[in-house]
């Protein structure tokens, strides 16, 4: 009993303390809802998430307006392409910067780099596209959002200890949860399955399956980078590859 009373005592005093003790039980207590939240987002949340992403990738990049070259490209690839992925709408918009990347969010945002269309025929640009709507509609997306808002609840936990104040998904913590979506690393399987998306996507509306080998071959060229269509796993030219076969064996 002496023991359970002196556990009691030290529990309470845990929970009593004053500020010298550098805790926060509600912060804590937040961060733990957060990382539970992250776990279990559903459809309509990491919607909501990639909204405020989107917003704030756009806030902080240069768009191409309406008579600027690449939108003018841009607004032919997405004739052809398509306005949706698996019923949701999407908006495409071109960022004018010599980096070469594209990407896509659940809540239909996808975004592609002049760099990229400077490097890659509007074949290959929509080769692209389709393996980033690939990661969207097969889920990967989903679970990226996942793994950086369970990153963000971990960021509010480590405020919570000490006198820091208990960290939101606002300021920086959004431009940071913006940026790791953007730069979303996948699963060398999840790499493969968005590269046989885009061919189901370039068989189905008959347009040139080559070009998604081809964009994988200048890629290669670049070596190897943060972004998911730039990264060596599995490598670019074996990714090349996989899409030559599929062509020659007619599936």
Known sequence: MKL???????????????????FDLGGLLKA???????????DADVKSLANQACVQSDSESKIAPAKNKYNK??????????SEINGQPVNYKVYLTSEV??????????????????????????SVLGHEMGHVALGHSKKAM?????VAAARTAAGS????????????????????????QFSQSQESD????????????????E????????????GGGEHSMLSSHPASADRAKNIQNRISSGK
């Open 32 to 42: 733990g809802e957060q990382a539970f939240q992250a776990a279990t987002l559903s």
């Open 73 to 82: 490209r841009m607004d032919a690839i997405a004739k052809r392409l398509g």
């Open 211 to 222: 070009a998604l080998a081809s964009a994988f071959q200048k890629l290669e060229k670049l």
């Open 194 to 209: 968005a590269d046989n998306f885009s061919f189901d996507v370039l068989t189905q509306k008959k347009l040139n399956r």
């Open 161 to 184: 200890s000490g006198n820091a104040t208990v960290a939101q998904l606002n300021g920086s913590d959004l431009g940071a949860f913006t940026e790791s979506l953007i730069n979303a």
């Open 101 to 126: 990347n594209a990407w896509a969010m659940a809540n239909g945002c996808i975004r592609v780099y002049s760099g990229l269309m400077d490097l890659m025929t509007d074949d290959e640009v929509i």
């Open 146 to 150: 996942q793994t950086a808002y369970a």
């Open 4 to 22: 359970r009373s002196i556990a009691l005592t030290s529990l309470f005093t845990c929970l009593l303390a004053p500020a010298a003790f550098a």
